[in-house]
Structure formats: C-alpha cells, structure tokens
C-alpha cells in the first residue's frame, strides 16, 4: 500500500526556534499533500494544501508566515514552524493523495503524525 | 463549506456488543464519505470508504456502514466488537471531485471492555 513517511516523529524546542517537519511519500508521487493539526482528544484541522511547485493554499486563521510549507518535488513536502511558542505544540500529521491511476478519486494516505512541544 | 458531525463522543461497550457510530455530513455536492480508524500511538488508517454505487459499504475487520443521502448520514457498524477495536474513529468528507481536502468529524472514542 501507499506509504506517507514524516519526520522527525517527536520534537521538543525551545520557544522561539523554527522546527522543521518533512513529509515523504515513499512509492508514490504525490501533486497534492495536506498538512492537519490535531490537538489531544480532538479532530484533525486541516491547515494547509500543499501543492507542488507551487505555494501552499492556507485555511482561514493559520498563519502562512508562521507555518512555512514547501512542496518543492512530488515526494516531499515540508512544514516549517517559526518562532515556535508553547501554543504551537501540537500533534501535526500530514497527507497525501497519489496522483492520477491510482486512487484518485479522493483517498489520503497519512503520515505517523510529529509531535511537536515547545518548551 | 463542509462539516462532519460525530454524534457520540465516547462510547464504552463490552466485548460483543453490537456498535454504530453517528456521521453526519453537511455538504450540497456529490462527496466521497470515509471512516478512518486512529489505535493509540499509531496513525490514521482507513477503515471503509464510500465513492458511489452501493450504500452499503464494508470495510476491513467486519466493519460496514451506510451511506444514506435523504439523510446526509454514514453511520458506521459492527455487529460484535472485540478489544482491540478500542480506538478513536474519525468519520470524513471530500467533494467528489479529485483534489480536495478531507474534512473531519471531531473523532469518537471506543473503549471496549473484555
């Protein structure tokens, strides 16, 4: 099956400091990639679409220079977290849709989630 | 805009019981409906998906549910319930058309007693 890789899966920071997350597709190409925030016992929040070679599509309240995301091939997609403030701890999963031929009528394969906490 | 609805927030159950979570979606377009599965510590993984054609869906580990449109619902079951389906279960949504974001419920916790 399709396999979304992220990484780091677990980082603390200091507040301040940018933490940067990566999101892989391992044997698929990906044009679209979806970055959610999850904070516990809640649902997933989409943030942001990620497209590739072009910027990323944010949801209404997040913050785009706060939560950098660059898309810059068809297997990855980043997620930068400036500035980063105890607020900003949280679970942060990303997703990917395979391209056309193979599912592509809507299904996300997801990533293990990174767990974020500033300190 | 788009938005799931999860009735139940946390359902207890015992071991073989029967269950069915609540989904309801609140969408005018045609959409594909999902019901993915988060075990603790793991990620999500999917459990059934709706795209057309039969409502009634079946999914892995004797999980099915149903999607009915006059009631813009897709409830999911299973007849008997083990311990290890204790999870949270996340109903959600996308336009049909390829390209669009899923839109989540806010999750229900199963907890399962043997």
């Known amino acids: 099956g399709a396999v979304v890789s992220q990484h780091p899966s677990w980082v603390i920071c200091k507040s301040g400091t940018s933490v940067k997350i990566e999101c892989r597709s391992l044997?698929?190409?990906?044009?679209?990639m979806f970055w959610y925030r999850q904070f516990p016992k809640q649902s997933l929040m989409l943030m942001a679409t990620?497209?590739?070679?072009?910027?990323?599509?944010?949801e209404q309240g997040v913050e785009k220079d706060k939560f950098l995301i660059n898309h810059a091939s068809l297997t990855l997609s980043t997620l930068t977290v400036t500035s980063a403030h105890p607020e900003d701890s949280s679970f942060y999963i990303c997703?990917?849709?395979?391209?056309?031929?193979?599912?592509?009528?809507?299904?996300?394969?997801f990533g293990e989630g990174s767990r974020l906490t500033v300190l | 805009a788009q938005s799931v609805s999860q009735h139940n927030h946390h359902v207890i159950l015992s071991e073989a019981a029967s269950l069915e979570l609540g989904c309801n979606y609140s969408?005018?377009?045609?959409?594909?409906l999902f019901w993915y599965v988060q075990y603790p510590g793991q990620h999500l993984q999917l459990l059934l998906k709706?795209?057309?054609?039969?409502?009634l869906v079946k999914g892995i580990k004797g999980f099915e549910a149903e999607f009915i449109k006059s009631k813009f619902s897709f409830n999911l079951r299973k007849p008997s319930v083990q311990w290890s389906d204790t999870a949270e279960y996340f109903c959600?949504?996308?336009?049909?058309?390829?390209?669009?974001?899923?839109?989540f419920g806010k999750g229900t916790t199963l907890s399962v007693s043997s």
């Open positions: 997703s990917a849709r395979a391209n056309l031929g193979r599912q592509s009528t809507g299904e996300l394969f």
């Open positions: 969408y005018g377009g045609t959409v594909n």
């Open positions: 709706y795209f057309s054609g039969d409502p």
């Open positions: 044997d698929f190409q990906a044009t679209t």
């Open positions: 990620s497209n590739e070679g072009s910027k990323a599509t944010y």
């Open positions: 959600a949504v996308n336009a049909h058309q390829a390209g669009t974001a899923l839109i």
